[in-house]
């Protein structure tokens, strides 16, 4: 007999990816101008010119037994060397090349650390709203996903129901700011009363609550919003980082773990990692991705796009009358729904061409998730739509 746990995983495709393939069908029904698909995180800002202009570069100018041969099962040396470099540079933080192991993007580096952090049984706390595949991964990693609302409101870390869900059991929470799917960017004060907690029950318990950041958007903010560096915060702390959404690559799969040296006992984690990482098969990750990062970790995206995306989106519906998250951060509006359905307000938001993710696999109830990483045009066509969707709930 096959893995029935696996088979059913296979045959129940996420939320979003349901509405994606809908999308494809209708828009060839009467045309890809005329749906309004907001489904998917898929940046629609082109990779910085540097990225292309390195692949191009690499390919002449690399031997090509190196450049498509692999690395060192842990990344490029000096890849690694780079990273660590700008973590130091860039937030302050002493970091190795040793500390960091190159992954297949955030998905990779979330599942590898659950794997090598968690025994069966363990509890892993995530906060709702949640990137709906840390269900998946926390659960492949035989342990059991704890989930813990945000505040009311603001969506920010509820300190007292994250104490509330701490037990024994516990071994690690994720934190993901600037937060999909709300755009929310959890707040210094708030990240440092967490450590204080987590700290408060390690130190009762002998063993340590590791915090895990997943970090894709670290460099989607607007403003002058301050994404703190957890590891400058909570010494228990893993990094999960990508390139996927701050240099618009994420078919291409490229990212990092950085473990903190200054966690508890770092090099066994670490190792923990390695390990992790080689029984789910990963050999090493793409070579060419890894030496394009030598030469890109830190760039930007193009924010200002993103950002008049966010600005014409959230005003334009707090205009028309819905509440939407304070999005400070990531390219979602998280804007609630109309009726305490946030599935049955979707599909009456198709009536209208509009494909929305119901909030409902985020952990959440009474929410819509709108990915603003598409055109500025897709948005302003979009808005008579959203009004009248409106406006049939307000006749
Ligand atoms: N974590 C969050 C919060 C995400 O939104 C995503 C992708 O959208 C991922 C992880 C996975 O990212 P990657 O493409 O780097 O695997």
Redesign the pocket.
């Known amino acids: 007999m096959i893995s029935k746990k696996m088979e059913a995983l296979g045959k129940k495709p996420s939320a979003i990816r349901a509405i994606f393939e809908y999308s494809n069908k209708r828009k060839s029904e009467i045309g890809a101008d005329k749906v309004f698909d907001f489904s998917l ?1 898929n940046p629609n800002i082109p990779a910085p010119k540097k990225v292309n202009d390195t692949i191009i570069n690499l390919i002449n100018n690399t031997e090509s037994t190196t450049l498509h041969g692999y690395t060192s099962a842990v990344g490029d040396l000096k890849t690694r060397t780079v990273i660590s470099n700008n973590i130091k540079n860039r937030f302050g933080f002493n970091v190795e090349p040793n500390n960091i192991y190159m992954t ?7 599942e590898i650390t659950l794997k090598a952090l968690c025994n069966p049984g363990d509890e892993v706390i995530i906060l709702a709203p ?2 709906p ?2 269900r998946v991964f926390v659960e492949n990693a035989d342990a059991i996903p704890k989930e813990v609302l945000c505040r009311e409101g603001d969506l920010q870390i509820d300190l007292d129901a994250v104490k509330n869900a701490i037990n024994n059991k516990t071994k690690a929470i994720i934190i ?1 700011s600037p ?2 799917p709300s755009g929310v960017v959890f707040k210094e004060e708030a990240l440092a009363e967490l450590s204080g907690i987590l700290d408060g029950f390690s130190s009762n318990s002998g063993e340590p609550i590791y915090l895990i950041c ?1 970090e ?2 670290r460099e989607i903010v607007y403003g002058d919003i301050n994404v703190p560096y957890i590891p400058n915060i909570y010494d228990n702390t893993i990094v ?1 980082y ?4 701050s240099l618009s690559l ?1 078919g291409e ?1 490229i ?1 990092y773990i950085m473990v903190s040296p200054k966690a508890t006992d770092s090099s066994d984690v670490y190792a923990a990692v390695c390990g992790a990482g080689r029984a789910s098969g990963y050999v090493c990750a793409p070579s060419l991705l890894q030496y394009v990062v030598a030469e890109c970790d830190g760039l930007n995206p193009d924010i200002e796009k993103y950002k008049a995306n966010r600005d014409l989106l959230y005003n334009s519906l707090c205009e028309i009358g819905y509440e939407s998250v304070s999005p400070d951060g ?1 390219f979602y509006l998280f804007t609630k729904s109309l009726e305490p359905d946030a599935a049955a307000f979707c599909e009456k938001a198709k009536k209208y061409e509009l494909l929305l993710v119901p909030s409902d696999s985020f952990g959440i109830k009474g929410y819509v998730r709108i990915a603003y990483c598409v055109s500025y045009e897709q948005i302003k066509n979009s808005i008579p739509a959203f009004k009248a969707l409106f406006d049939e709930y307000n006749k």
């Open positions: 995180g297949c993007g955030a998905a990779a580096s979330l949640f990137f595949e840390y993901n937060n999909n997943d894709p958007y999960c990508s390139y996927s959404k994420p799969r990212g990531a």
